[in-house]
């Protein structure tokens, strides 16, 4: 079985800066992609930002010059959001691309993490 753990949400003013984490655990042979997308009610799941094996990255345009996404080591991905505002308030969702030992492909959710930008 392969989990996807989040951290590091929470409550924040506008203007201040959240770091979240994401790491894969289970019978892993490779992760291609990892990401992370968020949603609010009525809403769709969007992206926020993706980084490939390669390092390789790629950012939703409303987030560019403010979050920062990086491959802490080959299972763990963090998102460092600074400046925030309250339309970044969502839950966020990291979501990984893995390869399991029996060389399948699986697209896989972490829980979500609640970020709430408010004064």
């Known amino acids: 079985q392969v989990q996807l753990m989040e951290s590091g949400g929470g409550l924040v003013q506008p203007g201040g800066s959240l770091r979240l984490s994401c790491a894969a655990y289970?019978?892993?042979?490779?992760?291609?992609?990892m990401g992370w997308y968020r949603q609010t009610p009525g809403k769709e799941r969007e992206l926020v930002a993706d980084?490939?094996?390669?390092?390789?990255t790629n950012y939703a345009d409303f987030v560019k010059g403010r979050f920062t996404i990086s491959r802490d080591n080959a299972k763990m991905v963090a998102l460092q959001m600074n400046n925030l505002t309250p339309d970044d308030t969502a839950v966020y969702y990291c979501?990984?691309?893995?390869?399991?030992?029996?060389?399948?492909?699986?697209?896989?959710w972490g829980q979500g993490t609640q970020v709430t930008v408010s004064s």
């Open positions: 980084i490939r094996s390669s390092g390789s």
């Open positions: 979501n990984a691309e893995i390869t399991r030992m029996t060389w399948a492909t699986y697209n896989y």
């Open positions: 289970g019978s892993i042979l490779r992760i291609n992609t």
